[in-house]
């Protein structure tokens, strides 16, 4: 299981740029003019994770398969797209179906490239876009509520369950606040989801600066970070100027590029486990002779569950999980010595898989 992540914006903030270099295809058009990206793009890129190499050195992995995530690049928005202004409606529909929200805020000055606004103002910038989405969610959940008023009258439940939902939605977003500052209750949680709500989804601020500023930020960066923190939400900073130049780059060609420009791993590093972080998952390892593969699941998924990331039939027919956590597996050279050592366990249903988890799944066909 992977996740998408939108990547929205104003225009000519680097949104494109960045799509680019992470998916080091060139399949978005970056250009100096707004809504050069039309249709949106997505992208799949392998998550990095030094762990699988290791597993796969020490198994002798014919094969080395990463788990995977996907970026969409979606239309510059502008102020008024919830009334349909630029290519509002169809950025909206598009957003809708991504799991997470990586807002690129423009934070370098370049006389070269156009502002909508005429200035470089992130903070300003991160506002204009979440209004422009609280009230396009402020516009659905009202004609939900119509929409339902017959059925709750009628005493159907799940209206009623609805409606509640949808009720505590609007006096957050009438307050001007995003829908994700409404405390869920655990068993309401799916029918919240079930209502799409744009502004519920995790949001990831991305600094887009300029080269200099890649490693420790610089003055706007700052300032989205203060405002992240406020929020409760997550901030990266990245240079998608150099994300692009890393993506034409080898590996070894890389490592010597980041130590010139005194940093420690690519963006790309930064944002997936941000990602990960804001979206709370975390991958297990399947490993042998044949190949060493990540998968991804949620935090908190039990070993059931997480047997069926790999197919259907191992969840439902789910006997065991034989189960060796990374450091034992590689501090002990393998499941072999593992096993051993006493180091394999035998897991059953109960057991919440934890990161880094190195498993065997027995089930019945």
């Not at 369950?161 to 009438?174: N, P, V």
């Not at 706007?220 to 990266?236: D, F, L, T, Y």
């Not at 027919?317 to 035998?346: H, N, Q, W």
Request: aromatic share 6%.
């Amino acid at each position: 299981m992977g996740f998408r992540m939108g990547i929205v914006g104003l225009p000519n903030v680097g949104k494109s740029t960045l799509f680019n270099a992470l998916t080091r295809t060139a399949a978005a058009q970056a250009a100096n003019f707004p809504f050069c990206t039309i249709e949106p793009n997505v992208g799949d890129v392998a998550v990095p994770d030094p762990r699988l190499d290791k597993l796969a050195e020490i198994a002798k992995s014919k094969q080395i398969i990463p788990t995977r995530m996907t970026f969409v690049d979606i239309a510059g928005l502008v102020k008024g797209a919830s009334k349909g202004e630029g290519l509002g409606n169809q950025f909206l529909a598009n957003i809708r179906e991504t799991d997470a929200i990586a807002h690129v805020l423009r934070c370098f000055e370049d006389g070269d490239v156009v502002h909508v606004d005429g200035r470089v103002d992130p903070v300003a910038d991160a506002q204009v876009i979440e209004t422009e989405l609280m009230l396009a969610d402020l516009e659905s959940v009202e004609k939900r509520l119509q929409n339902i008023t017959r059925k709750v009258r009628g005493g159907d439940k799940e209206a009623v369950d609805q409606e509640r939902l949808l009720k505590a939605a609007h006096a957050m977003l009438s307050d001007g606040k995003p829908a994700r500052m409404v405390e869920v209750a655990d068993e309401d949680a799916k029918a919240w989801k079930m209502l799409q709500l744009i502004t519920a989804k995790p949001v990831l601020y991305v600094c887009n600066v300029e080269e200099a500023s890649a490693a420790s930020g610089n003055e706007h960066s700052a300032q989205v970070a203060e405002m992240a923190a406020a929020e409760g939400n997550a901030h990266v900073v990245i240079s998608a100027r150099i994300e692009e130049e890393i993506s034409q780059l080898d590996a070894e060609e890389q490592a010597m590029f980041l130590e010139e420009m005194g940093l420690e791993e690519a963006g790309l590093d930064r944002l997936i486990r941000a990602g990960y972080e804001l979206l709370h998952l975390e991958t297990y390892f399947t490993v042998g002779p044949k190949e060493a593969r990540a998968w991804t699941i949620r935090q908190g998924t039990l070993a059931p569950q997480a047997a069926g990331v790999i197919h259907g039939d191992f969840e439902r027919g789910f006997i065991r999980a034989e189960t060796i956590a990374y450091d034992d597996y590689v501090s002990l050279g393998g499941e072999s010595a593992a096993k051993e050592a006493g180091k394999m366990r035998a897991e059953g249903k109960g057991y919440l898989v934890k990161d880094g988890d190195v498993m065997h799944f027995l089930f019945n066909t």
